[in-house]
């Protein structure tokens, strides 16, 4: 029994010198993945910064001048519009100047106009020729002597 024990403790190292390889080898694998996980790493953490100072680049010397300019443009923006505005806030003003100057001078006119209109009718009526008047016929002197004097002079005497 000895001798199985023995050959049972030989039989145990073995397994567990061959169990020790292979979590040797495990290890070195391990450490192998690790080494390259730590090398791509590094590398994407190079290209990072590369990025980063790219983008910080960029910022600073492409999208801030422009930020400022766009800025500077609205600003410029607001005070056209606000210009525009007061513009056409005077404009609205002066057209209802003129609108209330041309109803005042449709009136002036129409009122000239009605003005002249009687003005023509008053020189018409002092410009007019008496229409004349027929005369009466002739009368012989036997008529004339036996007609009485007309009524319209002796009324007009009287």
Same mark, same amino acid.
Do not use: C, H, Y
């Given at each position: 029994?000895?001798?199985?024990?023995?050959?049972?403790?030989?039989?145990?190292?073995?397994?567990?010198?061959? !169990?020790? +390889?292979?979590?040797?080898?495990?290890?070195?694998?391990?450490?192998?993945?690790?080494?390259?996980? =730590?090398?791509?790493?590094?590398?994407?953490?190079?290209?990072?910064?590369?990025?980063?100072?790219?983008?910080?680049?960029?910022?600073?010397?492409?999208?801030? #001048?422009?930020?400022?300019?766009?800025?500077?443009?609205?600003?410029?923006?607001?005070?056209?519009? *606000? !210009?525009?505005?007061?513009?056409?806030? $005077?404009?609205? *003003?002066?057209?209802?100047?003129?609108? $209330?100057?041309?109803?005042?001078?449709?009136?002036? !006119?129409?009122?000239?106009?009605? !003005?002249? $209109?009687?003005?023509?009718?008053?020189?018409?009526?002092?410009? *007019? =020729? #008496?229409? #004349?008047?027929?005369? &009466?016929? #002739?009368?012989? $002197?036997?008529?004339?002597?036996?007609?009485? =004097? &007309?009524?319209? +002079?002796?009324?007009?005497?009287?």
């Amino acid at each position: 029994m000895d001798e199985a024990i023995k050959i049972l403790l030989i039989l145990l190292l073995i397994v567990t010198i061959l !169990a020790v +390889v292979k979590l040797i080898q495990v290890l070195r694998k391990v450490e192998t993945t690790l080494d390259t996980t =730590k090398q791509d790493i590094n590398s994407t953490l190079t290209e990072l910064n590369g990025v980063t100072a790219s983008t910080k680049k960029l910022m600073e010397e492409e999208l801030t #001048p422009t930020l400022q300019v766009a800025r500077q443009t609205l600003e410029n923006v607001q005070i056209t519009t *606000r !210009a525009l505005a007061d513009v056409t806030q $005077s404009a609205q *003003r002066v057209t209802q100047k003129v609108e $209330s100057m041309v109803d005042t001078t449709r009136l002036v !006119a129409s009122g000239a106009s009605l !003005a002249k $209109s009687m003005l023509g009718n008053v020189q018409s009526l002092f410009s *007019r =020729k #008496p229409k #004349p008047q027929k005369l &009466p016929a #002739p009368v012989s $002197s036997e008529e004339a002597q036996e007609t009485k =004097k &007309p009524q319209r +002079v002796a009324k007009a005497k009287q």
